[in-house]
């Protein structure tokens, strides 16, 4: 698989991930009786910005760098 398609894929399956963990854990909210949110686009607006959030972290600490090229002991 070329290095490129495996990146994109990898920001792709964080991002599908990412948004649903956070519809599901407002729909736990919403089921058990806490205040939510009941706007789609509310909550896909929030779960975006939070999307941009981790994918920033995860891009500051490396996660999306190639590892083949490095060596093992740096």
Known sequence: MPKSLEKFLLI???LVMIHLTF???C???LTMGFFS???FWEVAQ???V???FWYLLFA???NY???YTRSRID
């Open 12 to 14: 792709i399956i964080d």
């Open 23 to 25: 519809f599901i854990w």
């Open 27 to 29: 729909r736990l909210r």
């Open 37 to 39: 949110q009941t706007s």
């Open 46 to 48: 929030t779960s975006f």
């Open 50 to 52: 939070l999307f941009i």
């Open 60 to 62: 500051l600490y490396g």
């Open 65 to 67: 760098r190639i590892w």
